[in-house]
């Protein structure tokens, strides 16, 4: 019986030695991988490794596209009710139009001082406008004898802005709306025509002309 205890132990006894040899192994095995990894700074970088910079991509930078002549309309509408439901003054039709949409009709004076007349031409609407007046893209800084002067503005996908001076001049009118106009025009006659007993009026029509007086008969010669 002796033996056979002693047997027991020594069997037990080897099991547990192989069973702590096995983690011993294991563990060493486990510290020299971790020592095979590659050592990082604070920073994230391996000292040992040749150093790169860093790439830093720009992301393109492009001019923001505006929204259709619709979608501006649609949007000064909501824009408009939205100015009546709170009771004060509604923006001006102006701010949906782009500046490459108008055209400069005519120049004149006011009490205000220097007015315009633009056309939007894609709706072939008419406004008066004033120095100070916004646009969608812009704004109507002064008005001149014959050309308007604007503030561009330019809006890029990052949002900064770029802000420009645009000239508008004065539209001149075409050659067959001068023949149109010349045509219209009154023409300038004299107010009488002398033996003919009609006179032209500033209208244009014809009027009776008064009858000069009677001219006297040529006194016989003396013979």
């Not at 000064?76 to 490459?100: C, E, I, S």
């Not at 008419?126 to 330019?154: K, M, N």
């Not at 009154?186 to 001219?215: F, L, M, N, R, Y």
């Amino acid at each position: 019986m002796n033996y056979k205890t002693a047997i027991r132990l020594l069997a037990a006894t080897a099991t547990i030695l192989c069973a702590i040899a096995f983690m011993a192994f294991t563990i060493a095995a486990q510290e020299q991988n971790e020592d095979k990894k590659p050592v990082m700074s604070e920073k994230g970088r391996d000292p040992f490794k040749h150093y790169e910079p860093v790439r830093k991509f720009k992301p393109v930078v492009t001019k923001l596209e505006p929204p259709s002549i619709q979608v501006r309309i649609e949007r000064y509408r909501a824009q408009k009710m939205t100015a009546a439901a709170a009771h004060v003054a509604p923006p001006k039709p102006t701010t949906a139009l782009m500046l490459n949409e108008i055209q400069v009709n005519g120049i004149f004076r006011t009490p205000r001082g220097w007015a315009a007349m633009v056309e939007a031409t894609p709706i072939k609407l008419s406004y008066v406008v004033y120095p100070g007046e916004s646009f969608f893209d812009g704004q109507l800084v002064a008005i001149e004898e014959s050309r308007l002067v604007f503030r561009r503005d330019t809006v890029w996908t990052d949002g900064h802005k770029d802000k420009s001076v645009e000239v508008k001049p004065l539209r001149q009118p075409s050659s067959v709306e001068a023949m149109t106009s010349a045509k219209a025009a009154p023409t300038d006659a004299p107010a009488s025509q002398s033996g003919a007993g009609v006179s032209v009026s500033s209208g244009g029509g014809s009027v009776a002309a008064k009858p000069g007086p009677p001219e006297k008969p040529a006194s016989p010669e003396k013979q």
